[in-house]
């Protein structure tokens, strides 16, 4: 078990560093209250296709790393209290 344990602690560091880079690199996407203020149009074709860029998957990557991350904090308490 205490292979196991090891393991899990190391991907557990690697998934946390790899979502502390991401989360750094991301641009900040909301306009603020300009953009409400002034009605920012969302129906333009890079709102349909910004899925397919950079940023796009990198909010992807984020949010599958953020589930792994707490997929493995879960793991990891069930696996030091037994």
Do not use: P
């Amino acid at each position: 078990m205490e292979i196991v344990k090891y393991i899990i602690m190391g991907i557990y560091a690697i998934v946390c560093l790899a979502l502390i880079v991401l989360v750094l690199k991301q641009s900040k996407e909301d306009s603020g209250a300009s953009g409400t203020i002034v009605g920012a149009s969302a129906n333009n074709f890079y709102e349909k296709n910004k899925g397919k860029t950079t940023e796009g998957k990198m909010k992807r990557a984020t949010i599958i790393l953020m589930i792994v991350f707490a997929i493995l904090t879960i793991a990891l308490g069930i696996i030091y209290v037994v």
